[in-house]
């Protein structure tokens, strides 16, 4: 096999694993996982055919599910995923985070790209129930309070009646939250109703909640588990097409769309 071709077949390999996770996590539509790893339907639609034989996924009109029950995707497949629009993401909800603000800040790779950009901070407080996030800003001159609860060994997120007591004692300038699924009425989906919960309690004691979630987050559907969010509360997407804002906007939520 030449060097060329050696690289293209680990390439393909690469995105099936995306394709998988991306089903794992609720992303079903061949439009959707045509975006969200940045090729072809019809390409899709020859990667599904090839892990349907693999016996990986099983087909369904329009797209594909998993072979089983919904698996949450792990932190370390997610943070190869949409790498460019987390990044988009979290830039942009940066500024947002002003001097003496007390935040919080979830578990997951979208919003470990925005603490990238609050590092330098000094006069600043971050609650948070990741510990990833809590390892990035354990050098840096943030004050930094990481929630107690059960690890996630998916997300490395904190969750379950541990943190429910700790968020409910604490009232926060803004609550950057994470999500497997994001819809205009339920709000966030997540994997477990712990998980949910944890989102809930943290929005409900924060002056202003921003849900950060690239495109394909919008596309889900098929997770266990939904936190509903207090109304006005503001979607930060990558996602650009109005069929796909608007109905965000009716509810009442405050869409930024930042797009390549």
Same mark, same amino acid.
């Given at each position: ?20 996770? *991306? ?10 996982? @045509?975006?969200?790893? =940045? ?22 009109? !329009?797209? %594909? ?25 979290? @830039?942009?909800? @940066?500024?947002?985070? =002003? ?16 603490? =990238?950009? /609050?590092?330098?901070?000094?006069? /600043? ?31 490395? !997120? *904190?969750?379950?009646?541990?943190? /429910?007591?700790?968020?409910?004692? $604490? @009232? ?17 989906? =997540?994997?477990? $109703?712990?998980?949910? +919960? ?7 004691? +924060? ?8 495109? +394909?987050? *919008?596309?889900?559907? %098929? ?24 109905? $965000? ?12």
């Amino acid at each position: 096999m030449s060097q060329a071709s050696g690289a293209a077949h680990h390439n393909r390999r690469q995105r099936l694993r995306e394709i998988v996770g *991306l089903l794992r996590s609720g992303v079903t539509r061949v439009e959707d996982l @045509a975006v969200a790893v =940045e090729v072809s339907e019809s390409t899709i639609r020859r990667d599904l055919a090839a892990l349907e034989a693999e016996g990986h996924i099983d087909r369904t009109y !329009g797209g %594909a599910r998993p072979s089983g029950p919904y698996r949450e995707t792990r932190l370390g497949e997610r943070m190869r995923i949409e790498v460019a629009a987390k990044t988009r993401v979290g @830039a942009a909800v @940066a500024p947002w985070v =002003e001097e003496g603000s007390t935040i919080f800040v979830d578990a997951g790779s979208t919003c470990s790209r925005l603490v =990238e950009h /609050l590092r330098d901070r000094r006069d /600043l407080t971050v609650i948070t129930r990741g510990l990833e996030i809590g390892l990035m800003l354990a050098d840096s001159p943030v004050r930094v309070l990481v929630v107690g609860g059960e690890v996630s060994t998916s997300s490395h !997120g *904190l969750a379950g009646a541990l943190t /429910l007591f700790t968020l409910e004692r $604490f @009232a926060v300038d803004l609550a950057f939250l994470g999500c497997d699924a994001v819809q205009p009425s339920r709000g966030v989906g =997540e994997p477990t $109703f712990e998980e949910a +919960a944890t989102k809930e309690v943290a929005a409900r004691h +924060a002056g202003r909640t921003v849900v950060l979630a690239h495109a +394909a987050k *919008l596309a889900v559907d %098929a997770v266990p588990a939904w936190a509903q969010l207090p109304p006005g509360w503001t979607l930060v997407t990558d996602e650009a097409r109005a069929a796909r804002l608007d109905p $965000f906007r009716h509810e009442g939520v405050h869409v930024v769309s930042v797009p390549d």
